[in-house]
């Protein structure tokens, strides 16, 4: 054996080990943090999270006095102070394409695919690692935002406790749906493979579709309405209960956990199928 | 040991592989050799699972790439240099790969060392040069210190003492009873570093042989290089026995359509004294040239004249 193949040869010997979905995990763990991408995506949705329920509350506040009765009964202390999420969602989206398309975006997926030959622990790991993150740091989040947002509101005195109906569920409501939107740009990165396409896809879906929708026949629209992934999903981040069925807080979160689950597995079979 | 049998890949109508069968044995260096679009990376691609075969299978040490339970440390694969996420440090890129298959840290830092990259590994790889891009694609393929290795093009951008570093690593692994087959552009890096050749046109088998075997066929009918004390004399009996003679301007004699063997006899018969009798051998460029050339994927019209 020449020096250089001795070099070569693995000096510290290491039982052999399989590929399994823990390591693969702890792989993507490390893949996650090790991007500056994701350290800025995670901060963004962080900030915009905790600070818009905070801003909107403090003006909101500043301006109480000038609200006539019905501003005033249609303000809501829980659904105002976890707002935040109609901001961060957009970093939480864009980061989750940005998962697995910025792996087709630079070849990176070859390496991936090389080391995890059965593909799918590659997406089941990067749908948990991801989706557990995004869960953690946003409920802590809105729990920092709802607990900020109540004590702005003590000034005109329309704060209300976290053990208030609602209060938690909502709280956490804000952090599921952001999970499920997580799991579900990860869904179009797997499935689109281009960044600009899955983030135009998660856009269209989510934001222009409503509007779209909106120019049909009312009758029309108010039945496909609370189907849409947006007006779905959004059902349990909100204290306010609008309806029954598929308008009601846990019917619509099922709906949009089931086109999450549908996205997941178009995305299984295609990249279980597709040449890499 | 690499096995290909009948292996076959359709892109819609265009046949980028068709029907190809080789195989590429364990202690020797194998080098891949096709003109562009001949279909090298194609099949490089289908015997590491990344593509899939339209037809026919490929195995590595018996087994089929999908199959491999710590393919990492089975195969060591580099396809194009740039398989790594830009954004991410060397060391994080094989940490991440290491860690699907329970390779430690340590190891990590032993391949950094070995590519000479320990310095820069904390770097982005978005600002690594294309020859240190190269150096961690074949950190990379070392990771799980494989029995098997497969790169491609792995010259491509490392400077002259970069080429010396990977032809003595890779004919150090052949030493060690690895399999190492590789691709490349370079013939004379090819020549100096390959024992068993696959060559491929087109998206077929052209030869599967030794180097030797493969240079010296394509040598057969080379000319043979002839200086004699008399060259006018030696010339005129060469034409009696139907060769081709032409005199070359240092006053040798370039023969054709006679083997060395026979010229040597010509000449004893007619006791004529030899200064030098050389059967001119062809490089693999030479050899491969002549070989594919009826393959060439994308062929210019006409060759400028030099």
Same mark, same amino acid.
Request: hydrophobic share 50%; glycine share 10%.
């Given at each position: 054996?020449?020096?250089?193949?001795?070099?070569?040869?693995?000096?510290?010997?290491?039982?052999?080990?399989?590929?399994?979905?823990?390591?693969?995990?702890?792989?993507?763990?490390?893949?996650?943090?090790?991007?500056?991408?994701?350290?800025?995506?995670?901060?963004?949705?962080?900030?915009?999270?905790?600070?818009?329920?905070?801003?909107?509350?403090?003006?909101?506040?500043?301006?109480?006095?000038?609200?006539?009765?019905?501003?005033?009964?249609?303000?809501?202390?829980?659904?105002?102070?976890?707002?935040?999420?109609?901001?961060?969602?957009?970093?939480?989206?864009?980061?989750?394409? @940005?998962?697995?398309?910025?792996?087709?975006?630079?070849?990176?997926?070859?390496?991936?695919?090389?080391?995890?030959?059965?593909?799918?622990?590659?997406?089941?790991?990067?749908? =948990?690692?991801?989706?557990?993150?995004?869960?953690?740091?946003?409920?802590?989040?809105?729990?920092?935002?709802?607990?900020?947002?109540?004590?702005?509101?003590?000034?005109?005195?329309?704060?209300?406790? =976290?053990?208030?109906?609602?209060?938690?569920?909502?709280?956490?409501?804000?952090?599921?749906?952001?999970?499920?939107?997580?799991?579900?740009?990860?869904?179009?990165?797997?499935?689109?493979?281009?960044?600009?396409?899955?983030?135009?896809?998660?856009?269209?879906?989510?934001?222009?579709?409503?509007?779209?929708?909106?120019?049909?026949?009312?009758?029309?629209?108010?039945?496909?309405?609370?189907? @849409?992934? =947006?007006?779905?999903?959004?059902?349990?981040?909100?204290?306010?209960?609008?309806?029954?069925?598929?308008?009601?807080?846990?019917?619509?979160?099922?709906?949009?956990?089931?086109?999450?689950? @549908?996205?997941?597995? =178009?995305?299984?079979?295609?990249?279980?199928?597709?040449?890499? | 040991?690499?096995?290909?049998?009948?292996?076959?890949?359709?892109?819609?109508?265009?046949?980028?592989?068709?029907?190809?069968?080789?195989?590429?044995?364990?202690?020797?260096?194998?080098?891949?050799?096709?003109?562009?679009?001949?279909?090298?990376?194609?099949?490089?691609?289908?015997?590491?699972?990344?593509?899939?075969?339209?037809?026919?299978?490929?195995?590595?040490?018996?087994?089929?790439?999908?199959?491999?339970?710590?393919?990492?440390?089975?195969?060591?694969?580099?396809?194009?240099?740039?398989?790594?996420?830009?954004?991410?440090?060397?060391?994080?890129?094989?940490?991440?790969?290491?860690?699907?298959?329970?390779?430690?840290?340590?190891?990590?830092?032993?391949?950094?060392?070995?590519?000479?990259?320990?310095?820069?590994?904390?770097?982005?790889?978005?600002?690594? &040069?294309?020859?240190?891009?190269?150096?961690?694609?074949?950190?990379?393929?070392?990771?799980?210190?494989?029995?098997?290795?497969?790169?491609?093009?792995?010259?491509?951008?490392?400077?002259?003492?970069?080429?010396?570093?990977?032809?003595?690593?890779?004919?150090?692994?052949?030493?060690?009873?690895?399999?190492?087959?590789?691709? &490349?552009?370079?013939?004379?890096?090819?020549?100096?570093?390959?024992?068993?050749?696959?060559?491929?046109?087109?998206?077929?088998?052209?030869?599967?042989?030794?180097?030797?075997?493969?240079?010296?066929?394509?040598?057969?009918?080379?000319?043979?290089?002839?200086?004699?004390?008399?060259?006018?004399?030696?010339?005129?009996?060469?034409?009696?026995?139907?060769?081709?003679?032409?005199?070359?301007?240092?006053?040798?004699?370039?023969?054709?359509?006679?083997? &060395?063997?026979?010229?040597?006899?010509?000449?004893?018969?007619?006791?004529?004294?030899?200064?030098?009798?050389?059967?001119?051998?062809? &490089?693999?460029?030479?050899?491969?040239?002549?070989?594919?050339?009826?393959?060439?994927?994308?062929?210019?019209?006409?060759?400028?004249?030099?």
């Amino acid at each position: 054996m020449s020096a250089l193949a001795e070099n070569a040869a693995m000096r510290s010997v290491e039982p052999a080990a399989d590929v399994t979905l823990a390591r693969v995990i702890r792989s993507e763990w490390t893949k996650l943090w090790s991007l500056r991408s994701t350290r800025w995506s995670l901060f963004i949705a962080v900030l915009a999270q905790i600070g818009i329920g905070l801003l909107f509350a403090a003006i909101t506040m500043a301006h109480w006095n000038q609200l006539n009765f019905f501003q005033r009964l249609a303000f809501h202390s829980i659904d105002r102070s976890v707002a935040g999420y109609h901001l961060a969602q957009l970093a939480i989206g864009v980061l989750g394409v @940005l998962v697995i398309s910025g792996e087709y975006g630079t070849g990176q997926i070859r390496s991936s695919l090389l080391a995890v030959p059965k593909r799918l622990p590659v997406l089941w790991a990067k749908l =948990i690692v991801f989706a557990a993150v995004t869960f953690v740091l946003i409920l802590i989040s809105a729990l920092i935002g709802f607990f900020g947002a109540q004590a702005i509101f003590t000034q005109h005195h329309v704060n209300v406790a =976290i053990g208030a109906p609602n209060a938690l569920r909502t709280v956490i409501g804000a952090a599921l749906y952001l999970t499920a939107t997580a799991v579900i740009c990860t869904a179009l990165g797997t499935i689109i493979r281009s960044t600009a396409g899955a983030i135009s896809a998660y856009v269209g879906l989510l934001f222009v579709l409503p509007g779209v929708v909106a120019l049909l026949p009312t009758s029309i629209d108010n039945s496909i309405s609370p189907y @849409l992934p =947006i007006n779905a999903g959004t059902t349990v981040a909100s204290a306010i209960n609008t309806g029954s069925g598929v308008s009601s807080t846990w019917g619509g979160f099922a709906v949009y956990c089931g086109y999450a689950a @549908l996205l997941v597995v =178009i995305a299984a079979v295609l990249l279980k199928r597709r040449d890499a | 040991m690499i096995e290909v049998n009948g292996l076959t890949k359709h892109y819609g109508a265009k046949v980028a592989v068709q029907d190809l069968s080789f195989t590429a044995p364990a202690g020797v260096v194998t080098g891949f050799l096709g003109p562009n679009g001949a279909g090298k990376s194609t099949t490089m691609r289908l015997i590491l699972g990344l593509d899939r075969p339209t037809a026919g299978s490929s195995t590595i040490n018996g087994k089929a790439y999908a199959d491999l339970t710590s393919p990492l440390r089975e195969v060591g694969a580099m396809l194009e240099a740039r398989a790594i996420h830009t954004g991410r440090s060397g060391y994080n890129h094989l940490l991440a790969l290491a860690q699907t298959q329970g390779i430690g840290r340590s190891r990590v830092d032993e391949v950094l060392d070995i590519v000479g990259l320990k310095d820069v590994a904390k770097k982005r790889v978005g600002g690594f &040069s294309m020859g240190m891009g190269q150096r961690l694609g074949i950190a990379a393929a070392l990771l799980g210190d494989p029995r098997v290795v497969v790169l491609d093009e792995p010259a491509n951008g490392l400077d002259p003492e970069g080429i010396r570093w990977i032809r003595n690593l890779l004919k150090g692994l052949a030493d060690d009873g690895r399999t190492v087959f590789l691709s &490349s552009h370079l013939m004379s890096e090819m020549q100096q570093t390959a024992d068993h050749l696959v060559v491929i046109g087109k998206g077929r088998l052209i030869a599967d042989t030794t180097m030797a075997a493969f240079v010296a066929q394509a040598s057969g009918d080379a000319p043979v290089r002839v200086r004699a004390a008399d060259p006018t004399a030696l010339a005129e009996k060469l034409r009696t026995a139907q060769a081709t003679v032409e005199t070359t301007a240092d006053g040798a004699l370039q023969v054709l359509g006679l083997k &060395s063997e026979r010229i040597g006899e010509i000449a004893a018969a007619a006791r004529l004294v030899l200064h030098e009798l050389t059967p001119l051998q062809v &490089s693999l460029e030479e050899a491969f040239m002549d070989v594919t050339h009826e393959s060439v994927e994308y062929q210019t019209d006409k060759v400028p004249a030099a």
